[in-house]
């Protein structure tokens, strides 16, 4: 960013833009009313007003339902401002033909007129009347106004409003047959609570709730559908009695419960399969008969995730459960159980579960030819090869190995920078808990796994350096639901070797001796944990969480070893394995997500990062490739990859063009906030805010104003802004966002906030706008 132009920039540049947007909203929404036929008029939306001679308990909660109810919506606005689709329809005017530009833009872009003649006031208002009943207002009055100007009309919807219905009393099936007995058995457990307001939708999870109790119980073919709830409101203090039937045409079958006769599973189960006992093997393992006419499982790995057991009282969580574990070995393509009638046993029926696999592919593999175009101008080919083995030992032991190479070289560099990288790695796998200590968890619909993992990685920055890597695992994954994963690797190992140093990067280590204790030769070994909540995957809610936090050591349980060793030998205690030194560490970083959908075309997307590392014992820093930076297609989008900071650290006028020196810290803070909305059926555009920095947690003189201090680190935080375009083409989401800078920390203080600069001075737009493009969502 050049700084050097800022006395002659007007400081009302900005509002200036703003104001020109403004008014070019004004006149393309004026615009849009022309086009309209004689006693058109454009619907503009609809609101809601709640009235009450009575403080109501929930108004806030009410309005907001009556508000998801109103229909239709208006013509899309563009950022809220103005109806970008509307105007396009109206601009292309007449189409000739139902193909070409003018028709894709009318017609698949554009949006044609929301028109008040589109619009039943009265059926929108039976709506609403309806949903205030479902919320316990039995006798609610709704009314509607309509309000025109300039051809643009706006309805608004007014409630008025009694207090509301409240349960007096709750009343459950008298004991008796076996289905009543367990019913009652249920009450206390209720979500009907004596002086609650009434509402339909929790009645019906109350339904769902005995439902759910009952498939547990046994009742397999019991349904809510045979449950009514009768509601007598007769009584005139606004309170209702609630009484829970068993409707009188519930069978027999829903009345009874069922206990497991056989279970018979089928490990080779194809749609073709005629299911013919001819030519089979016929096992029993635990009371389960394992069918097969091939030999491609061990029956017992297979069994072993099977929770229905015969002789047992048929269970819904251990069908589920069953469901889930054998999904979750990953080698089946279809996993289904169907259950049929075996006859009734005095008062309980019998069923047999016949469990259906299918098997996957066993081997896999796919080869890809990548192109990358990275956020600091770097660009290249790549390739990245996979094999999969799914069945390696017919435990169900997965075997993957990926081989990857790329070349990339700097776009628009007056200097030769490129770099290649290489890469083959191997994981193993297995769908159960490999340990000498018997380690056992709590048994669930997840199958846990054991995980090993070797891998070698080189790269070589051809004016500078290359570095290899070499790395081995060993750990456990598990989940305790759909929401909460875990990942511990008891031992990771990971040496990192320099290989070749230019005389040019020599120059550079020798000047900042921070870099030179990064780029050593080093162990890094000791456990690692994950734990990832993702509340997204499980919810259909508004709103929706994601957290991952990890916490990385090494060398503090291996240092205690080797001083154990060293008294044994008698031997000097050196920080040193092989003769090579092991990094001392440890890191803690934090990631939480929010998200919050706005309506059926916009959602807002919210990000807060926290991590840090502390170098311990004989290390002086963190290691190269576990040190923070900032900047980047996935992080502070105003700035490159990697030339953010530490604080408010100015790169020498030497390294600044350099972008193969990285900028990394041992402490990063991060905020994101980005609004989504749909433009298109696959098009989604977005605006968004970022806001971060990284800092050093030890003063260094080579890189002043780069530590972290409480006071101070806020005058160091980047601001950034942008607004970007997605492609969701349903596999893949590709991704555009343009930003720029609002505050800049490496600016001397009290200049370091440059939004009066937007498009101030000529050459602005190439010292500022960044263009990222990338795969995925950045958060």
Same mark, same amino acid.
């Given at each position: ?89 109206? /601009? ?54 309509? *309000? ?44 009907? +609570? ?22 547990? @119980? ?24 609630? %009484? ?42 635990? #009371? ?43 080698? %089946? ?9 075996? #006859? ?26 990548? &192109? ?50 290489? &890469? ?31 891998? %070698? ?5 051809? @004016? ?77 809610? *508004? ?55 706005? +309506? ?31 900047? #980047? ?5 105003? %700035? ?10 100015? /790169? ?9 020196? +990285? ?28 806001? #971060? ?7 260094? +003189? ?78």
């Amino acid at each position: 960013m050049s700084t050097k132009s800022r006395a002659n920039i007007p400081t009302h540049n900005l509002f200036r833009l703003l104001l020109t947007v403004l008014t070019v909203a004004l006149l393309a929404s004026c615009n849009n009313t022309k086009h309209l036929g004689r006693g058109q008029l454009l619907y503009k939306g609809a609101g809601v007003s709640i009235k009450s001679d009575t403080n109501l308990p929930n108004k806030k909660t009410i309005k907001h339902e009556l508000e998801d109810a109103l229909y239709p919506e208006p013509n899309n606005e563009f950022l809220g401002i103005f109806p970008l689709r509307l105007w396009v329809y109206n /601009q292309v005017g007449e189409v000739d033909n139902n193909k070409g530009l003018k028709h894709w833009l009318k017609y698949e872009f554009g949006e044609e007129p929301v028109l008040m003649n589109d619009i039943d006031p009265q059926a929108v208002e039976r709506l609403l009347k309806n949903r205030l009943i479902n919320n316990g207002y039995f006798r609610p009055s709704v009314d509607y106004t309509i *309000k025109t100007h300039k051809k643009q009309s706006r309805i608004t919807y007014t409630a008025t409003l009694d207090r509301p219905y409240r349960i007096n009393s709750l009343h459950y099936p008298d004991s008796g047959a076996i289905l009543q007995h367990e019913i009652q058995k249920l009450r206390e457990n209720t979500l009907l +609570d004596s002086a609650s307001i009434y509402n339909l939708e929790t009645l019906k999870k109350e339904r769902q709730r005995i439902d759910k109790a009952l498939l547990e @119980k046994g009742f397999y073919y019991f349904a809510p559908d045979y449950l009514i709830f009768k509601v007598d409101s007769s009584a005139m203090n606004n309170t209702v009695d609630l %009484f829970l039937k068993i409707k009188k045409k519930t069978p027999r079958e829903a009345r009874s419960k069922y206990k497991i006769k056989r279970v018979l599973l089928y490990p080779n189960f194809s749609l073709e399969d005629t299911l013919s006992t001819s030519c089979v093997d016929t096992l029993s393992i635990n #009371g389960i008969e394992y069918i097969t006419r091939k030999n491609s499982f061990i029956p017992e790995t297979v069994v072993r995730q099977v929770s229905l057991r015969p002789g047992e009282m048929y269970n819904r969580l251990e069908h589920e459960e069953t469901l889930g574990r054998l999904m979750g070995m990953g080698i %089946f393509k279809f996993v289904n159980i169907r259950f049929r009638k075996a #006859g009734f046993e005095a008062d309980t029926g019998l069923l047999n579960a016949h469990v259906y696999l299918t098997p996957q592919t066993r081997q896999s593999f796919r080869a890809e030819l990548k &192109g990358s175009a990275k956020s600091n101008n770097f660009a290249g080919p790549g390739m990245e090869l996979n094999y999969t083995h799914r069945n390696l030992f017919k435990g169900a032991e997965k075997l993957s190995l990926n081989l990857h190479g790329s070349w990339e070289t700097q776009i628009s560099s007056g200097e030769d920078l490129s770099q290649w990288e290489y &890469g083959i790695d191997a994981r193993l796998d297995y769908p159960r808990l490999e340990s000498p200590f018997g380690i056992k968890l709590r048994r669930s619909r997840f199958v846990p796994k054991t995980n090993i993992g070797l891998g %070698f990685e080189a790269e070589n920055r051809i @004016k500078y350096f290359s570095t290899y890597s070499f790395f081995a695992s060993f750990g456990y994954s598990w989940k305790e639901n759909r929401a909460n994963k875990h990942q511990l690797d008891l031992v990771s190992v990971d040496y990192f070797n320099v290989g070749r140093k230019t005389d040019a990067f020599n120059n550079i280590l020798r000047d900042n001796p921070f870099l030179q204790n990064t780029f050593s030769n080093q162990f890094l070994i000791g456990p690692d944990y994950t734990f990832t909540y993702n509340e997204g995957s499980v919810s259909t809610k *508004k709103t929706s969480i994601y957290f991952q936090g990890r916490s990385d050591f090494s060398g503090l349980i291996l240092e205690q070893m080797l001083k154990g060793v060293n008294a044994i030998d008698n031997a000097v205690p050196t920080n040193e394995l092989f003769d090579i030194s092991y990094a001392q560490y440890a890191r803690f970083d934090g990631d939480f997500r929010f998200y919050h959908r706005l +309506d059926r075309k916009s959602r807002m997307a919210y990000r807060f990062f926290a991590g840090s590392g502390f170098p311990i014992g004989n290390s002086k820093s963190l290691p190269y490739i576990k040190q923070y930076y900032a900047g #980047g297609t996935n992080d502070i989008r105003a %700035f490159r990859a990697r030339t953010l900071g530490p604080g408010g650290y100015i /790169q020498p006028d030497s390294l600044q063009n350099n972008l193969f020196i +990285d900028q990394t810290g041992d402490i990063k803070l991060e905020a994101n906030a980005e609004y989504r909305f749909k433009i298109l059926n696959i098009l989604e555009g977005a605006v968004f805010v970022d806001a #971060g920095n990284i800092w050093l947690k030890n003063k260094d +003189d080579e890189r002043p104003q780069g530590q972290f201090k409480v006071g101070n680190f806020h005058r160091q935080i980047a601001v950034g802004t942008g607004l970007g375009l997605r492609l969701d083409i349903s596999f893949l989401v590709l991704r555009t966002d343009l930003a720029f800078p609002l505050r800049n920390p490496s600016l001397p203080r009290g200049d370091r906030w440059v939004h009066d600069e937007i498009f101030g001075y000529k050459g602005w737009a190439g010292d500022n706008l960044v263009l990222n493009i990338a795969i995925g969502y950045p958060f």
